[in-house]
């Protein structure tokens, strides 16, 4: 354990470096430059260009290939021993005193313990269960953790890739092969790069991961990276408002500058995906949302004079959360939950039961209803899904890593003012299991048209059970929900249209995030 938590603060120096190399601030240099792991993780990345491009080692700048219109494979070459493990995350800390004394008490206690780098801090994990560990074997050892005083009620397991071991990049193109012990980056004649077949602007780079695997990662200026964002993220067909793209425009904007360093022990700053901001590159770019992004050039929300935390969604379904009610954080002042309507901030407007029960067409993509900004434009603004007995025995089953039988009941148990489940029991054959806030939508999947498992659109639900009318046994559950997504922030649908009613990008942005200003950073 000591190599991982050494490992863990070689990483976090090691960046340090990267950051006054290769991520600029403000202050040093008027382009601001981003860097997206656009492969988080893999063995083997391929790059190259449509146009002449050369690779480097990013250490010497010495040219190792060139090439024309062309790719090469950039292969992991070591004796490493890759694992993947569960181990529990208990917690997140930017206070050296507490991790080190919760290390310290973990380790005497004779714990696996791993410590992971994120976002300005640290993730504090303890334990290590193989991937086919049971779920009743690694919930009796969370219980434990919790009642020992190292986790909390809202650990949970996560599945972690370690590698171990001498690390070397092998760069093979056709009859061309050689080995380099650091980082290789691709630039082109034009600008644009490919990593894995995709194209992206600025240039390109393999390096090694934390977990000791490759990564492929884009580096370029920010305001480029949102070209390939705002498109993605607000697709302009349909929601072609310039206004809503605007909103999106500033929203990701914010988000970027905000999550700087976030991944730094990956040797980037944000994923392309839901997990940070879904990021499509070259190929994914648009003139309505780059027109969107160069007339805010530089413009943010901050909150006191402070960037926020500009996360959004597709549909609130009715009524944004507080982010407390979604995630395990301390309540967030411009973070409140308020109405997709006109209809005012009353908790009177908060959908329920019957609202969603007699919404004519759940499923429908435009369900007329004046007064709500997002109804005309989300097919999930209301919805509905409905179990089999195997089906929802088998959806707890694969969530819980266990045979849980019949599922007798399904009780919520708690729910925010936002009309969102706080907690929800599961009473089954085998036992009775137990899942809260937004993690509920990964444990409560329903079936898709290809019968595959999807996650739960939304906490803003009701669940009944479904009772065969001449025998009134069980058969089943059936679900009314709204919304897609955590819920918190902008509602990128409700943005559409709260802009085709005519309403400006500021207004939309003040709207969702309650109390917030708009200034220009560059």
């Known amino acids: 354990m000591k190599k991982l938590r050494m490992l863990g603060f070689i990483s976090l120096l090691a960046f340090t470096g990267i950051f006054l190399n290769g991520f600029t601030s403000f202050a040093e240099s008027e382009t601001q430059m981003i860097r997206i792991g656009v492969v988080p993780s893999a063995e083997s990345i391929r790059i190259g260009s449509n146009e002449d491009f050369s690779i ?56 696996d313990t791993y410590i992971e780098d994120y976002n300005g801090g640290w993730r504090l994990l303890i334990g290590k269960f193989p991937q086919d560990a049971g779920w009743g074997d690694r919930e009796a050892f969370r219980q434990q953790m919790i009642t020992e005083g190292f986790a909390g009620n809202d650990s949970y397991w996560r599945l972690i890739t ?32 490919k990593i894995n077949g995709n194209q992206y602007r600025g240039i390109g780079e393999v390096a090694f991961n934390s977990s000791g695997t490759l990564a492929g990662i884009n580096e370029l200026p920010l305001e480029e990276y949102l070209y390939g964002v705002v498109p993605r993220e607000l697709p302009p067909n349909p929601y072609n408002e310039l206004e809503a793209q605007k909103s999106q425009a500033v929203a990701a904007r914010t988000y970027a500058i905000g999550g700087l360093g976030k991944r730094s022990a990956d040797g980037y700053d944000l994923l392309p995906t839901t997990s940070d901001q879904v ?76 609202v969603f029960k007699n919404s004519a067409n759940p499923k429908s993509l435009r369900a007329q209803r004046n007064g709500d900004f997002e109804s005309d434009w ?16 088998q959806v707890l089953s694969d969530y819980f890593s266990t045979d849980v039988g019949q599922v007798y009941e399904i009780n919520v148990l708690g729910r925010a003012n ?20 937004d993690r509920i939508r990964w444990a409560l999947k329903y079936i898709n048209a290809n019968g595959a ?47 085709t009613k005519g309403h400006t990008y500021e207004e939309i942005l003040k709207h969702y995030y309650q109390g917030i200003e708009l200034e220009e950073r560059y």
């Open 279 to 354: 990021y499509g590159g070259y190929d994914a770019e648009h003139p309505i949302s780059t027109q969107a992004v160069q007339e805010t050039a530089g413009v943010v929300a901050t909150y006191n004079g402070e960037l926020i935390d500009a996360v959004y969604h597709s549909t609130s379904g009715g009524f944004t959360a507080n982010n407390e009610d979604v995630w395990n954080s301390d309540p967030i002042p411009y973070l409140r939950g308020v109405p997709d309507s006109q209809h005012g901030k009353s908790m009177e407007n908060v959908p329920n039961l019957n």
């Open 378 to 393: 989300s097919r999930y603004h209301r919805w509905h899904f409905e179990w089999t007995n195997e089906e929802i025995s």
């Open 453 to 499: 498992q999807s996650v739960l659109l939304s906490t803003l639900f009701y669940i009944e059970p479904v009772k065969d009318n001449s025998t009134k046994e069980v058969i089943g559950f059936e679900v009314y929900g709204g919304g897609w997504g955590h819920g918190v922030g902008l509602s990128q649908t409700g943005a559409m249209g709260m802009a």
């Open 418 to 437: 936002s009309g969102r489940v706080l907690e929800i029991e599961f009473v089954t054959e085998n036992g009775t299991f137990y899942e809260y806030k």
């Open 56 to 111: 480097t080692d990013k250490e010497t700048g010495e040219v190792i290939y060139t090439g024309e219109n062309d790719e090469v494979s950039v292969e992991l070459a070591s004796s490493a021993t890759i694992e993947t493990n569960y181990r529990l995350q208990t917690a997140w800390t930017t206070s050296v005193p507490y991790m080190q004394d919760w290390l310290n008490r973990a380790e005497a206690a004779g714990y």
């Open 162 to 193: 370690v590698s171990s071991g001498e690390t070397e990049i092998r760069v093979v193109a056709n009859g061309f092969e050689t080995i380099v012990p650091n980082a290789v980056q691709i630039s082109s004649e034009n600008g644009v790069i």
